[in-house]
Every structure is written in C-alpha cells, then in structure tokens.
C-alpha cells in the first residue's frame, strides 16, 4: 500500500477519491419558471434529485452581479479585517476560514455565514459584513431570494396538492422565519498539483442543509456536486445565470419523505480562480412545528413532530455529514403489527 504524505496545510482537511464526478452531469433538471408546468416540473425535479436550476427566474442580474462584486471585495481584504468579523460569543455567524461548524469539519475555504431578520441582515450580522455597499448588496439580494424561495415553495404546494398553497412558504417568510445567509469562498488549492489526479480535496464536505430549501448561485468556477438517490456522486455544470435549489431536511419531513433533502459537497479546484458562492437558507420560524402534513399522508408518518428550534439545536452539534434525521425517524411497524386506536 502507498501511503501518501499529506501536506501539512491539509492536515485536517479530508481527502476524496473523485475519479468519476469530473465528468459534469448534464443531468441536473433545469425548471423555466416562467413555463406552463413550472409547478410539475419543480416537484418532479425534488422527487428525481431534490436538486435543480431555476431559470427564468425574474431576478436582475444587477442583483448577484453587485453582491459577487462586494464578496470578492470583501474576501480580498486583509486577514486582520476579515478576522475582525470572526464570531464573538454563542452564535456561529460571522468570518471564518477552514472550520465548518463548531464539530471538527474543516474545509478548504472561507466564509462569511450571516443571520437574516425579516428582509435584512440581523442586527450582528450587519456588524460582521464589514462595508456599507457589502451589506446594501446582501440586503438587495435576500429580498430577491426570499421571493424566490417562497416562489418555489409555493409551485412545490401547487404540485403536491396542498393546501393553503402558502403553507410551505409562509413558514420561509413568515416575520420569525429562521433564515440564514453565507458567501463561500474557495480559493484554487495549490497543494493538488502534489496529489494523484484521483484525488480532491475537501472544499465543503458532504451534509444535507437542514431547513426547507437553500438557494445557491455560484460564479463560472466548477467544485458543487451532489449525490444522486443510487448513491453516486455527480459534478454540477457551473451557470451563472441560474440558481440551484437544494430540497432540505425540514421539506423531507413535511413531504413524508415524497421529496428528500440533497447530499452535496463542493470539493477544491485546482485552477487559477477561486469559486465563490452566496446560498441563501430558509427556515422556519423556531417554534414551528415540523412533521409530516395531514394532506400528504398516505400511509404512517416516517417522522415524529419536532420543532425547527429542537431540530436546529441537534443539528449545531452534529458533524457535517451526519444523518441528522435519523433520531427523528418514526421505527418501522413490523408486517401484522398494527395498532389498536
Ligand atoms: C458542521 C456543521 C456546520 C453547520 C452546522 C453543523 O453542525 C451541521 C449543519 C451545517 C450547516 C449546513 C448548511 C448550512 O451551510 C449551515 C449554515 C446550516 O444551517 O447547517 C451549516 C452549519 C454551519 O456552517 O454552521
Ligand atoms: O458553496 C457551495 O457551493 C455550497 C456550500 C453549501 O452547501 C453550504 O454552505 O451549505
Ligand atoms: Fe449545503
């Protein structure tokens, strides 16, 4: 056996056999808001991958063009400047660099993760976005997800048959909704010229996001991939003028698992630029109760109610790619086994 010695800048940082995903997947559903069965095609597309485009999507270009400008801004500032907005007592939000979460995940980046109140940073996040054009720009640019996220929610009720078709998306942007905001950051990894070409590094480790959906938009730079049902990990083809949706944990539960939340990952680009992406996360206000909804309950609930603040909490101390829901998990009833009511 080879052992290969690693290089002491990625210690803590996983390696990932990736002989396969570089082949880019055409794959990847790609929704036109704008067609005559955007609602089918969004709920086909969660039930296929819990991933997809949206295009046609009616947000500006102006919009992301201007946050992508303030974040390489930003990312290009001194150490000293960035660390200024490094997290400060309980909560995670703020700078970091290579630590993912508070659990040991480290990944070759740097980001910035922000808590959203309403239709704007919170109060201490707008302390940690450092510039007064940076904080204009997110604040542009949430509002245009926020209409986005509560699109796509609204089309996933139209599709399953629920009713109030805002069920979903009030509980997104709702005035407690628990949304959050990151811009990520992934500079090209120098340290891959000295490993076998089967090897990547590790630049976001694999997880599923926890609330109902994340919106992502990257620049042209490659990295995002994502687990197909069967397992298999596939590379996403980088679009700027898209945005990617990625189905959550909380939506799976609210589907009885008709829809399922998305393994994904980004891993390190050898290349000379760096990726940067901005994902917008929406959940729920923290006492919402999350389980499966009456209305698409054909058989027995695969999940037991949990609020959004219970699930979150476990979640905060869990590692990246745990299975979060597995304790959420009703056990199965055994053939013959039925209850009395
Ligand atoms: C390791 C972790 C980072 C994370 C909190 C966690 O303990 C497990 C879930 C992680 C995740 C993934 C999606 C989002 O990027 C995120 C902000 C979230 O809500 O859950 C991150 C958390 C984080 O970076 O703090
Ligand atoms: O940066 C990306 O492209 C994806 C990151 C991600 O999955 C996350 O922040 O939850
Ligand atoms: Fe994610």
């Not at 940690?128 to 542009?140: H, Q």
């Not at 680009?269 to 206000?285: A, E, T």
Request: proline fraction near 7%.
């Amino acid at each position: 056996m080879v052992v290969l010695a690693k290089p002491a800048a990625l210690e803590q940082i996983s390696l990932l056999r990736t002989p396969e995903p570089w082949e880019t997947f055409s794959g990847v559903p790609a929704v036109d808001l704008s067609g005559p069965d955007a609602a089918g095609d969004v709920v086909r597309a969660c039930e296929q991958f819990g991933f997809f485009s949206v295009v046609n999507h009616g947000v500006p270009a102006g919009v992301v063009d201007r946050l992508e400008a303030e974040a390489v801004r930003f990312f290009a500032s001194s150490q000293a400047v960035k660390d200024a907005s490094a997290p400060a007592g309980a909560d995670p939000f703020g700078y970091g660099s290579k630590r993912i979460g508070r659990n040991g995940d480290m990944g070759w980046l740097e980001y910035l993760l922000l808590a959203i109140d309403r239709d704007a940073l919170s109060e201490k996040a707008s302390r940690a976005a450092t510039s007064t054009a940076l904080r204009d720009a997110i604040n542009e640019y949430v509002v245009a997800m926020r209409g986005l996220a509560r699109t796509v929610l609204e089309m996933v009720a139209d599709g399953l048959g629920v009713s109030p078709r805002g069920a979903l998306a009030d509980m997104v942007t709702g005035d407690a909704s628990d949304q959050v905001f990151r811009l990520n950051h992934y500079p090209p990894c120098p340290l891959l010229q000295g490993l076998p070409p089967s090897c990547s590094v590790t630049g976001f480790g694999e997880h599923t996001d926890p609330q109902l959906v994340s919106i992502l938009h990257s620049n042209g730079i490659a990295g995002l991939q994502v687990a197909l049902h069967d397992g298999r990990w596939v590379s996403v083809p980088p679009n700027r003028d898209a945005f990617f949706v990625n189905v959550g944990d909380s939506l799976q539960v609210l589907t009885n698992g008709r829809l399922k939340s998305v393994r994904h990952r980004v891993v390190a680009g050898s290349g000379l630029k760096s990726r940067v992406s901005m994902i917008y996360f929406g959940g729920p206000p923290l006492a919402q109760r999350i389980a499966p909804l009456p209305q698409l309950l054909a058989g027995l609930p695969l999940y037991r109610e949990f609020t959004w603040g219970e699930y979150k909490k476990a979640a905060y101390r869990s590692r990246l790619g745990d299975n979060r829901l597995a304790p959420f998990e009703e056990p199965p009833v055994a053939a013959g086994h039925h209850h009395r009511s």
